[in-house]
């Protein structure tokens, strides 16, 4: 049975990696038999990204970052010998293979593991003649497969065409990394589970996982020296040929320049298809980074226009028959090609005249070691990529701190990170050791009732709480951002509360906390939802899918789901989109929302062929699996998108709609936060009671309220206009916080001013108090940035120009300016990324005094 390909983008209940990296990821859970496949037997043709061997794409003929991988998968079907007998039977007559030019590797053991040599695959090659001398034993890192650092896994067995000697030498041999022998075609025998401690046990049952490159196989079919030249690469080379002028071939740095704008405009494409957008974070970082590598590679051809969206489209005009996402997501792709190469093109000379003047020190002082702050300012200030910087330093024969940079990073993201996931503390894999124990599968009702008669299956105790599982279940079990539901169970010996609900695939269990009395399997149960609490989430995700329709309406088809959460206090909804909402496009989102909802729109619930749901316009959700046949939830004349979440039946259910947030959650990442229902009301009586303290604080009546505070605002700017004690002490405070860099002393800092005339007049005060000094302020008022520099002319006779240093910080601030060498001004459309403008002014003004 031949399936589609999955999304690049993993299931968001598979945690192990960013990307797709191999065929078997998205039948992960059939391997660990959490969830029944739809044949024992499938094939495919996944899309997979690795940037393993990123620093390799371009130098080899057959290194890529993104390529499509074949596979043939047995669950507990056939095993060593038939894989072996497919695989000999489809190389030496479907490929026309000659049987001497295929070689093969086996495991050959592994201490650590405590296994030894897979003697059983070496008998399954002798069986169908292959000889001992083109049967090589190589080691873990060669041939034992793991996709992460825990779950399934095993031996495999690789197959290799022997090129000949037109590729090599004669000592050459597999596992070799070198040309002559070309790995096609991996085995791997699926029988381990490898656990967080290192161990290995055995899998339910043993499978098969095969992955043969098509894009390699291509090359040999094709009968070309690399995978650049087969049909597939070539319109994409000769994109990067036309606008540079230069040909595949001229030199070794052309050509790997040129192989890289091939292999990286398929990943970008394909990447943003799948909905990953450029960010600072996780898999948004792997896009960015291969898309101004890119842009960076094109710089050295000598390509000074834009050109990432003519690649994309290429890539759509090549591959979009096979790949129909391509064209429906072709204005999406454009939209964040442009952006992307927008934005780094402002910054990338500036990061490699920073990064040369880097490389300049090191050399002066004769070392072949860059500090880590070095390139942890480059990658935080302007959005150099941390390996794109290793890269070009590398070039020169200079080193990066690897260690020192990780360090950096890691107390960057502290407070990001300090937020974890709330819920049970019971680790995955003892909650799907026991739900596999428990030998049945529990049946989720709860789309239908809140409350079911079942009885307790299986229960165990652990870290003070209970692991139970119910042959019918209406707990919801969180998952697709929806919070997993609370309740009660109740049985004739005793009481518990619901304190979790665990998604083990298709599968749950349920985390208890022992309210009064005992529990015992098999007693009869009565298991009840919280109704409060699952109407309220159900209202709230109805809403979320009304707000995402709403968003796309009036922002852009490119706004995909990003994230989501979904529970019974709010909803949060995480958003692709480059720039911060206006008030108007928020009240035009809500407004919209708000009629959908008095329209009383049915919403339904169909079980479906996800053929089907396709044909019909279903949005496919960010980091969500799907199988052959998907749960389909339409809100009649509104929308369409795949979800195995809880819903209310109408529109009018969910009451009133109302936004309470929108900011930034990531680099074009936003994120909106709304209440419906009960918590809208509770927001509009507590907004309703503040509006009457105020009046009574202004001694004014509520409809006088706005005409009383603009009066108001008038008397601060009447009175900000006199010269003011707290001016003189902010002042004193600066001049005295002031640092000194080579003779000159240099403020650089974020503080509170009414205005630009203020902040300069700031600015004035400080460097006249200092004297030999470079002054840089920056204040954010009613969502604008405004930005000084005021240097000193003994500053301006060391290197320093205002009107330059304000640039800087004002790229960085999304926006721009300029003026004198002694005095500039600017401005910026994003407050939040003040701090970071005036670091990068502080260190504009550092790296040209040092």
């Not at 070539?234 to 030199?251: A, F, I, N, T």
């Not at 890691?410 to 937020?419: K, L, P, T």
């Not at 309740?487 to 906390?513: C, F, H, K, M, N």
């Amino acid at each position: 049975m031949r399936v589609p390909s999955a999304s690049l983008v993993p299931s968001t209940y598979d945690p192990s990696v960013l990307l797709t990296t191999a065929g078997m990821q998205p039948f992960q859970p059939y391997f660990r038999g959490e969830e029944k496949p739809p044949h024992v037997r499938l094939t495919t043709c996944q899309k997979v990204f690795r940037t393993t061997d990123i620093e390799n794409v371009g130098l080899t003929k057959r290194h890529l970052t993104f390529f499509q991988m074949l596979g043939n998968f047995s669950f507990g079907d056939y095993f060593k010998q038939g894989a072996v007998d497919a695989a000999w039977e489809l190389s030496t007559k479907g490929f026309a293979f000659d049987p001497e030019q295929i070689w093969v590797t086996v495991f050959g053991g592994d201490e650590q593991l405590g296994i030894g040599p897979d003697d059983e695959a070496i008998a399954c090659w002798r069986s169908i003649g292959v000889p001992d001398d083109r049967i090589v034993l190589l080691g873990r890192d060669d041939n034992f497969w793991q996709g992460g650092p825990t779950g399934p896994c095993g031996p495999c067995s690789e197959l290799y065409l022997d090129r000949g000697l037109d590729f090599g030498r004669e000592e050459d041999r597999p596992g070799d990394d070198t040309e002559r022998f070309l790995e096609y075609w991996n085995l791997v025998f699926m029988q381990l589970f490898l656990h967080e401690d290192g161990s290995v046990t055995e899998l339910p049952k043993q499978n098969i996982d095969t992955g043969l490159g098509l894009e390699r196989m291509a090359a040999i079919q094709q009968d070309v020296p690399s995978v650049f030249e087969t049909d597939e690469f070539m319109p994409l080379v000769q994109v990067g040929e036309s606008l540079s002028g230069h040909k595949m071939g001229e030199s070794p740095d052309v050509t790997r320049a040129l192989r890289i704008l091939a292999d990286h405009g398929r990943g970008m494409t394909f990447l943003l298809a799948d909905g990953v957008v450029p960010s600072n974070e996780e898999r948004g970082y792997v896009l960015r980074r291969v898309m101004r590598r890119a842009i960076q590679q094109g710089r050295k051809l000598g390509i000074e226009q834009r050109f990432l969206g003519q690649l994309c489209n290429t890539v759509i005009e090549t591959m979009g028959g096979a790949y129909p996402e391509l064209q429906r997501q072709r204005d999406t792709i454009q939209k964040w090609a442009g952006s992307e190469e927008e934005s780094f093109g402002r910054t990338l000379e500036q990061g490699e005249r920073l990064l040369a003047e880097i490389a300049a020190r090191a050399k002066e002082a004769e070392t072949s070691w860059v500090d880590a702050e070095d390139a942890f300012r480059l990658h935080d200030t302007y959005g150099f990529p941390y390996e794109l910087t290793k890269e070009l330093l590398a070039e020169q024969g200079l080193s990066v701190d690897d260690d020192g940079f990780a360090e950096l990073m890691e107390e960057a993201r502290r407070v990001a990170r300090a937020s974890g996931r709330k819920g049970a503390d019971v680790g995955h894999e003892r909650v799907l050791e026991f739900a596999r124990s428990a030998g049945f599968h529990s049946r989720f009702v709860g789309y239908e009732t809140t409350e079911w008669e079942t009885t307790i299956g299986a229960l165990e105790r652990e870290n003070g709480r209970y692991l139970a599982k119910l042959p019918e279940s209406p707990f919801y079990a969180e998952g697709g951002g929806q919070v997993s539901d609370r309740g009660v169970i109740e049985t004739p010996s005793g009481r518990a509360e619901v304190a979790g609900v665990y998604r083990v695939g298709d599968d749950q269990a349920v985390a208890l906390e022992l309210a009064h009395g005992q529990l015992e399997v098999g007693e009869p149960a009565r298991a009840l939802v919280n109704r409060e609490t699952r109407l309220a989430t159900m209202a709230n995700h109805t809403a979320t899918h009304l707000l995402h329709a709403a968003l796309r309406e009036e922002l852009g088809t490119h706004v995909r789901q990003a994230g989501s959460y979904v529970g019974p206090d709010k909803l949060r909804f995480d958003f692709t989109h480059g720039e911060r909402l206006t008030h108007d496009q928020i009240a035009a989102v809500e407004e919209r929302v708000n009629v959908w909802i008095s329209e009383s729109h049915p919403v339904r619930a169909v079980q479906t062929t996800r053929d089907e749901a396709e044909r019909l316009g279903a949005m496919a959700l960010f980091g969500e699996k799907y199988g052959d046949v998907v749960r389909l939830v339409e809100i009649e004349e509104v929308s369409r998108e795949l979800c195995g979440g809880t819903h209310v039946s109408t529109t009018a259910e969910i009451g009133l709609f109302h936004v309470t947030h929108e900011t930034s959650s990531a680099s074009n990442v936003r994120r909106v936060e709304a209440v419906t229902g009960p918590g809208g009301v509770d927001l509009f009586r507590r907004r309703t009671r503040e509006l009457a303290e105020l009046a009574e604080m202004l001694k004014v009546q509520e409809h006088e309220l706005v005409s009383a505070v603009e009066k108001l605002q008038q008397q601060v700017r009447d009175a900000q206009k006199r010269p003011r004690e707290d001016d003189r002490a902010l002042a004193e405070s600066l001049v005295s916080g002031a640092g000194e860099v080579a003779g000159i002393r240099v403020v650089a800092e974020v503080v509170d001013a009414p205005d630009a005339k203020a902040l300069l007049e700031l600015s004035d005060r400080v460097k006249q108090t200092l004297g030999d000094s470079a002054v840089v302020l920056g204040t954010a008022v009613d969502g604008r940035v405004h930005l000084v520099a005021n240097f000193a002319d003994a500053a301006v006779q060391r290197g320093l120009k205002a009107g330059d240093v304000v640039r800087v910080a004002a790229q960085v601030a999304g926006g721009g300016g300029g003026g004198r060498d002694t005095m500039a001004q600017a401005g910026g459309r994003d407050p939040e990324k003040l701090p970071e403008a005036i670091t990068a002014a502080r260190v504009a003004i550092e790296r040209a005094l040092v």
